[in-house]
């Protein structure tokens, strides 16, 4: 979980040097407070054992070396002190300019903007009421858009820095340890345990099915009568006897989802993504893309000079958040998800040689199932299924899942 704004108000980066001056004195405490101080920050409160066990570790390691060397350490551990009171002095400083810009931007009736402490942004609801009723629906209306826009936008941004900002302070933690011990990165790998945050599920798929007629507002929306209760039963007679059929010949995944829609339960189903990408490896490929995409702006966004661990944010749909399985190539998935969206989220840490980034990310698959409606014809068509769905003898759901760790190197340019 991220670190609230009041947290990060809070943190006083006067104490991360303030212990690092104390290595300078040949403190012999200076192991105890390098080790706690990052952890004291509001916000940042690893586990009891964690944290025991690398004092432990670092007083057991500081015992075994002779002064000259446990000066060293102690050197190397004031240096990512420093380090870690600027890098993260710019996270909240940023964050903090945010948040005040915002709650100073006012209109005739008060503030526009409402900032909640995990970084959400609306807008107030006497702006709202005020230029949306008041003024109009013409111009009024375009402001109250405009506002929201700018708030959806504003609410990304300190969500990210937030995260970024809890990130940050767990890695600074682990390099001050490393420092303590004596131990390289390769050595003592840096194994992130902060919660990154992912982006809602889209609404669209579900907003144009309803708009086709195949959305959940259809769900049960038929009254059928004799007639069609006989239709209704030879077609889904049909679809079982379809996707037994499709099964036999070789589709594995689509008969599956087949036969969860006609269970008529409703409920989510869990895709393997890790199969949709390896089968699919033209949108494994955008996955990535999207990744160092996403990368690459949440990077331009963060303050200039930081250069700690990127938590960045994927994005469903759009050229790299999108793919249609090839109904020639790929007829299983075709069948199974057709059209379906996705995003890559994950954190980028700075590699060992300082020359790059290590990217760890996971892609999340969404797909609304259903069977869009087109003009009936005379002969059976896929979408006769929709009237399934629409007597209540089948149900529509959403076919979610997400992938394990998926990793790649990037370079910086020179």
Request: glycine share 10%; net charge negative; hydrophobic share 35%.
């Amino acid at each position: 979980m991220s670190v609230s704004i009041s947290q990060i108000r809070s943190w006083d980066l006067a104490t991360l040097v303030s212990s690092a001056d104390s290595a300078d004195t040949g403190a012999q405490t200076f192991e105890d407070s390098a080790l706690t101080v990052t952890n004291g920050l509001a916000g940042v409160d690893p586990s009891w054992d964690g944290d025991s066990r690398d004092r432990a570790a670092v007083r057991a390691a500081i015992e075994s070396t002779n002064l000259t060397e446990r000066a060293t350490r102690w050197r190397a551990a004031a240096t990512e002190l420093r380090t870690a009171a600027e890098q993260l002095g710019l996270l909240k400083a940023e964050i903090v300019r945010l948040v005040d810009d915002a709650e100073a931007k006012s209109s005739v009736v008060g503030p526009v903007y409402s900032v909640a402490d995990d970084g959400s942004v609306t807008v107030t609801a006497a702006f709202r009421a005020f230029y949306a009723e008041t003024q109009g629906t013409g111009p009024g209306i375009g402001l109250v858009q405009e506002a929201e826009r700018n708030a959806a936008q504003l609410q990304r941004q300190l969500k990210l820095l937030l995260a970024n900002a809890s990130m940050g302070a767990e890695y600074a933690d682990w390099k001050i340890t490393n420092a303590l011990l004596g131990v390289t990165a390769e050595e003592r790998p840096f194994h992130p345990t902060e919660a990154i945050p992912k982006p809602p599920k889209p609404k669209g798929p579900r907003i144009d099915a309803d708009q086709d007629g195949s959305g959940p507002k259809d769900y049960d929306s038929v009254d059928s009568g004799l007639l069609d209760e006989l239709g209704l039963t030879a077609l889904r007679a049909g679809a079982r006897f379809s996707g037994q059929g499709t099964y036999k010949g070789g589709l594995e995944q689509s008969p599956k989802l087949l036969n969860h829609y006609l269970k008529n339960k409703g409920l989510a189903y869990a895709v393997d993504v890790d199969a949709v990408l390896g089968e699919l490896p033209r949108a494994g490929e955008r996955a990535e893309q999207q990744a160092i995409q996403m990368f690459g702006k949440t990077r331009n966004m963060l303050p200039d000079g930081y250069t700690g661990p990127v938590v960045f944010e994927g994005v469903y749909g759009g050229p790299l958040g999108e793919y249609r399985a090839d109904p020639i190539t790929d007829p299983d998935w075709y069948l199974a998800l057709g059209t379906f969206s996705f995003e890559s989220t994950g954190v980028a840490i700075p590699s060992s040689d300082q020359q790059g980034y290590d990217l760890s990310y996971r892609t999340t698959v969404y797909d609304y199932y259903n069977w869009e409606t087109t003009e009936k014809h005379w002969y059976p068509e896929p979408s006769d299924l929709n009237d399934l769905h629409r007597a209540g003898w089948a149900q529509n759901f959403d076919v979610v899942g997400t992938s394990s760790n998926r990793t790649t190197k990037l370079s910086l340019p020179h």
